[in-house]
C-alpha cells in the first residue's frame, strides 16, 4: 500500500515537472491531459512550497547556495527526503540544483525569503495551514448548499475562528500583505488620487495598502479600518512607516458602522470574503450614504476560486 502510494505520487510529480518543463521551455505544446494533470497536480505543489517556507530554506540560501546535507541539519530534517524536496522544487523553477550539487537561489526562492520586498513567505505559509486545507476540504457542503464552509466548520466564520486562533490570524494579515503588495503599488500609481485629503481604508488588513497610497500622496491623512484584534495589529506597522501623524486607525465591526469623514473609501479584496447580500449589505448600507466627495472604490484582485 505505502508503495503503490509512494509510486503514484512519483508519477504524479513527474507529470507536474513534465508538464511545467513543456510550459516554462516553450518545446512542446501542453496537451489538454497535461494540462489538466498539471491542474490537477497543483495542491502537491502548494504544499511542497510551504514545506520550503515552513523550513525558512530561502532564508537559509541567501548568503549562497549549499548542499542538502547542510541545509538537514540546520533545519533538523531527513537529509534524503530534503534533497527529493529540493530536487522536485528545482525542476519548477523553484530553487536552482547547481552541478556541484548545491542548491541556491531564483527569483521565484527569493520571493520567499522573509521580509524582502514582495516577498510571498506569508502566504506561502497561510495557505497552507490546517484551517485553509479544512476549508477546502468542505467545498462540497459549500457547492451542495450555498453556504460558506467557513460557518459550517466554526459557526461564526472564518474571522470568529481568526478571533480564537491569534497564530492563524497573524499568518493571514502577513499573507493578505504579501499578497498585494505589488497591485498595492501598481493602484497607488496608476489611480488619481488628487482631491483626497482623507482616504477610508475598510477592512484595511494591516495597513499595507494605505501605507504604499499615503507614501505617494504626501498630503493625504487616512483612516484605517477593521476588526478590533487587526486595528491594533496595524498601529505599530503604520507607526513604524512613519504614518503615526497621518493616519487614525479604528477599530470596529463594518455591518455595524464605518468610519465618516472620509473624501474617499475604498474596499480592497473584502467583498469576495462574503456571500452576496451581506457583502452588498454593508457597502450598500454603510458606505455608500456617507457623504463623502469622491465615492467608494472597490478592488478585487483574487482568483475566481475563493
Ligand atoms: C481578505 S482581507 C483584505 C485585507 C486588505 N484590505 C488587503 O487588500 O490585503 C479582509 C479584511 O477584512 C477584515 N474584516 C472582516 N470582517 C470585518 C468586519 N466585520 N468589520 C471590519 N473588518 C472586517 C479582515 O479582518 C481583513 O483584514
Not at 455595524?256 to 457583502?279: C, E, F, K, R, T
Amino acid at each position: 500500500m505505502a508503495y503503490a502510494i509512494s509510486w503514484i505520487h512519483v508519477c504524479a510529480c513527474k507529470r507536474v515537472r513534465r508538464a511545467y518543463h513543456d510550459r516554462v521551455s516553450g518545446t512542446g505544446a501542453e496537451t489538454a491531459t497535461t494540462t489538466l494533470a498539471r491542474l490537477i497536480s497543483g495542491a502537491q505543489v502548494a504544499r511542497m512550497i510551504s514545506v520550503a517556507a515552513e523550513l525558512g530554506i530561502a532564508d537559509l540560501l541567501a548568503d549562497g547556495p549549499r548542499t542538502s546535507d547542510d541545509l538537514a541539519a540546520v533545519t533538523e530534517t531527513h537529509p534524503p527526503s530534503l534533497f527529493r524536496l529540493l530536487r522536485a522544487l528545482a525542476s519548477l523553477g523553484i530553487f536552482a540544483a547547481e552541478r556541484d550539487g548545491r542548491f541556491g537561489l531564483t527569483p521565484l526562492a527569493d520571493l520567499l525569503r522573509t521580509g524582502v520586498t514582495g516577498s510571498m513567505r506569508g502566504l506561502a505559509l497561510f495557505q497552507n495551514d490546517a484551517w485553509y486545507w479544512q476549508v477546502y476540504r468542505e467545498l462540497p457542503y459549500s457547492v451542495r448548499t450555498g453556504q460558506p464552509a467557513t460557518e459550517y466548520l466554526w459557526g461564526d466564520g472564518l474571522f470568529g475562528y481568526f478571533a480564537s486562533h491569534p497564530e492563524a490570524a497573524e499568518l493571514f494579515d502577513s499573507g493578505m500583505a504579501s499578497r498585494h503588495a505589488e497591485t498595492n503599488a501598481a493602484l497607488a500609481n496608476a489611480y488619481d488620487f488628487s482631491g483626497i485629503d482623507t482616504l477610508v481604508d475598510v477592512g484595511g488588513g494591516n495597513g499595507s495598502l494605505l501605507a504604499t497610497i499615503l507614501a505617494s500622496h504626501p498630503n493625504m491623512n487616512g483612516i484605517l479600518f477593521d476588526l478590533p484584534r487587526v486595528a491594533e495589529g496595524a498601529t505599530g506597522r503604520l507607526a513604524q512607516a512613519g504614518f503615526a501623524q497621518r493616519c487614525q486607525i479604528v477599530g470596529g465591526d463594518f455591518f455595524d458602522s464605518v468610519p465618516a469623514g472620509g473624501d474617499a473609501y475604498i474596499v480592497s479584496n473584502v467583498l469576495h470574503d462574503w456571500q452576496d447580500q451581506p457583502a452588498a449589505g454593508f457597502t450598500l448600507a454603510r458606505i455608500a450614504p456617507l457623504p463623502s466627495r469622491t465615492g467608494a472604490g472597490v478592488l478585487e484582485g483574487q482568483p475566481a476560486t475563493t
